[in-house]
């Protein structure tokens, strides 16, 4: 099971915090690089794509001379609904950076371009059927969606997933969906996926810019407030139920697109006040800083690697 070459030894843990859309920016990606996980965003946090630029130099200053840390990586949504794909990607061909991870279209020639400059490229799937077109783009990596993960989740159970990923593909798996604690990444490993994906718990961090209410609300969350609902955008995604609550939609009352389109036009957005997170929130119930977080997760790693061997 491989990790890419060039993560080898230079991780923590296997982990990578997930990118989070409208939350994660410099600040978080430098904290988890620092505390020794790979740090992600989405390129289309920066509103522009020349900020996007000065947010990867600004990364890449910080984190210069830190031997220590561990690489970064940028989501990139590879559809025609997104209008800055290729002038981001511009900057991605002339900045290389080490991790790029694409959502919504695996693409070879993309996928080429980006390796051929030292890039390693993991790209997002929620179903076998994504899984072969990943691999037939030649990707480096998968990230695999499940059920219960925050944001745009799948529907698949993580056992079976993994099963299907490895019949079909041999570089790095990464697991994603409802992993917040050592244990859990752990878990993920014993699984047989290289790398684990955070998602809600990077959230809950001190330095993670999500407003203090969205993080309140996450922690006080249990798995059941936790609602699997296409009402908020037409594609099934995972939210707060209070939050859905607040902007008065109900979940039961099935699609509600045209609802969506309302909302983002009048006082409720999608996203920035309807507020997703995984079924991870379950074993997330503080607001530490990254640094502490890693450390917790190292040691929860260790205790229960230690519990194996009485197994
Ligand atoms: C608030 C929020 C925003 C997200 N935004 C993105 C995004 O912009 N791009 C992306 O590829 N995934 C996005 N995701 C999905 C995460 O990258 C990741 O797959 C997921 O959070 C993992 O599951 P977990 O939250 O249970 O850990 C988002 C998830 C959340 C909760």
Redesign the pocket.
Known sequence: MPLPQAFEGRLRLPAVA??????SDPELVTACCRAGIVGTF?A?NARTTAEFEAWLAAISEQLAGEREAAPFGV?L?VHRSNRRLDADLEVLLRHPVPLV?T?LGAVSDLVAELRARGTVVFH?VATVRHIEKAAAAGVDGL?L?CA??????GRLNPFAFIAEARRRFSGTLVL?????TGRDLLAARLLGADLA?????M?ATRESRAPDAYKRMLVAATADDVVYTDAVSGIPA?FLKESLQRAGIDPAAGPQGSIARDLDSGSFKA?RDI??????VAAIHDLPTVAELVGRLEREWREARAELRHL
């Open positions: 997930a990118p989070l859309f409208l939350i989405p289309l989501n949504i991870i959502s997002d990230v969606v219960g993960a925050g944001g745009h989740a994603a969906g409802a992993l917040s994906y955070l998602g809600t718990r959230i995972n996203w507020w997703s997170a995984g079924q991870g």
